[in-house]
């Protein structure tokens, strides 16, 4: 292991990737030692980026004036409490947003913007960069007016207020929330620059909310006769969504009020959302006012137009509820440049709609060989799984991936795999294994492997 310690550097991804020469500039400047290219640069190994920082660094006797020059920080009075009341991440981590993609068409109100996956640590989603999907525009809704109603198939429908939602015995869990659509353009091989746009429409938070059966056995309901439930959201788009009732039965489905200990954001449905875990997105209907209980699927717009599967035999596949096993590497990642031979520590995450994650496969050499990677615990049902794996460069060109497996023992295909089944007409429900081609002068780019 002698050659891992030697730390390798990255520098993370631009700000505005579309600027070719500018990242090569930088690149180059960093390479001869005169930016600080250090700071936070390796995105998911605060303890490697240090070792780099330290190696990087002139030695105390050639007069770092990092060292030797006594900050202002170290000698002034600093800022008093922050009295504008909540509290706000550094100045210099600007960098890290939610980002809409350039590759898609942006209208004001139909719009989708990704987490920003290359910058984030562990798996929960801060709530502030948490991916956003609207179909008609956010709202910051009034709770004090916002009412659930619970009707169709129920000895007496009801409505509640956010009062006596929250007055109610609560759960907090960790979950996943990914978009049906998330790394559909990869189907087409349209190959967006960095995983933020290939992946980031996949978000984790822990969810605080009353279980939906205790909502349904409060209206009276006959869970041997109706056997889904249909959603509604209160803002223009009118989202409906059905769920089945399996996951509503035993207690999964959420009619969450809670995102991360505080209240939800308005963008991610405040003052209440449905949480499904382990299922699509969409399901997970925001500013949710109506939840009806029925002994069919319900074909409404939303079930009919949106996040359906043209099948090779050109049928559409329908209520398509849960997110397959599937995984990423968000370091190296796209857009980012590994600027020496050396150590990294890849790192990314991994998912199942169907449960826990059981264990997560790495290749630098495009799925000819595999090994296994580290499960940072507590790894949590239908929740991200961080994992990582040591990896010495040697400069060469190489292709990272990661397979993941969930504990049905399902295991994340390669793209052969997933079109034969699937076709090539998918925009949806793409879990193909992630390639990322590292060039040897060490610029990470998106890439497609069998
Ligand atoms: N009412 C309502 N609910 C909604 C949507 C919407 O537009 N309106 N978008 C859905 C889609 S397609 C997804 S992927 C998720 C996104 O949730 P987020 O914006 O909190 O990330 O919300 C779902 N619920
Ligand atoms: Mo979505």
């Avoid at 933020?196 to 909502?215: A, W």
């Amino acid at each position: 292991m002698q050659s891992s310690l030697t730390p390798g550097r990255v520098r993370k991804a631009p700000e505005n990737f579309l600027d070719g020469e500018g990242i090569q500039q930088a690149v180059a400047e960093a390479r001869q030692g005169r930016r600080d290219f250090l700071r936070g640069a390796f995105a998911a190994a605060a303890g490697v980026a240090a070792a780099a920082g330290a190696a990087a660094a002139p030695a105390p006797a050639d007069g770092d004036p990092n060292i030797l020059q006594l900050p202002e920080h170290s000698r002034g009075l600093g800022q008093p409490v922050a009295t504008d009341g909540y509290g706000k991440p550094s100045k210099y981590e600007a960098n890290v947003q939610r980002r809409t993609s350039p590759g898609l068409t942006q209208t004001r109100q139909a719009s989708v913007s990704f987490a920003p996956l290359q910058s984030l640590f562990g798996i929960v989603t801060p709530s502030g960069l948490h991916f956003e999907r609207h179909h008609q525009g956010w709202w910051d809704i009034d709770p004090s007016k916002h009412r659930l109603m619970v009707n169709g198939q129920v000895k007496a429908a009801k409505v509640f207020t956010m009062d006596e939602i929250m007055r109610l015995p609560s759960v907090s869990r960790f979950h996943f929330i990914e978009c049906g659509a998330n790394t559909g353009m990869e189907w087409g091989n349209v190959a967006v620059p960095t995983c933020q746009y290939t992946h980031g429409m996949l978000s984790c938070s822990e969810f605080t909310g009353v279980p939906l059966r205790t909502l349904l056995e409060m209206a009276g309901v006959d869970f041997r006769k109706s056997r889904f439930v249909l959603g509604e959201g209160a803002d223009g788009s009118s989202m409906t969504r059905t769920v089945p009732m399996d996951l509503v039965e035993s207690g999964e489905v959420l009619v969450a009020y809670g995102q991360n200990g505080e209240m939800l954001r308005p963008e991610n449905g405040y003052p209440l959302r449905l949480v499904a875990p382990g299922v699509q997105g969409v399901s997970w209907v925001k500013y949710l006012r109506r939840i009806e209980v029925g002994d069919q699927p319900w074909n409404t717009k939303d079930e009919t137009v949106h996040y359906v599967d043209l099948m090779p035999d050109g049928t559409h596949r329908q209520y398509t509820s849960l997110q397959e096993c599937k995984s990423v590497v968000t370091t190296p990642s796209g857009g980012q440049v590994l600027l020496d031979k050396g150590f990294y520590s890849i790192t990314g995450l991994a998912w199942s709609g169907r449960g826990k994650v059981k264990a997560v496969d790495v290749s630098v050499d495009g799925g000819r060989s595999w090994r296994p990677a580290r499960l940072q615990e507590p790894v949590m049902s239908k929740c991200l799984a961080r994992f990582s794996a040591d990896w010495v460069w040697d400069g060469k060109p190489a292709i990272i991936q990661s397979r993941a497996t969930d504990e049905t023992g399902y295991v994340q295909p390669s793209y052969r795999q997933l079109r034969a089944v699937r076709g090539t007409r998918s925009i949806y429900h793409n879990n193909a294994i992630q390639s990322w081609l590292v060039e040897e002068s060490g610029e990470v780019k998106n890439v497609q492997v069998g």
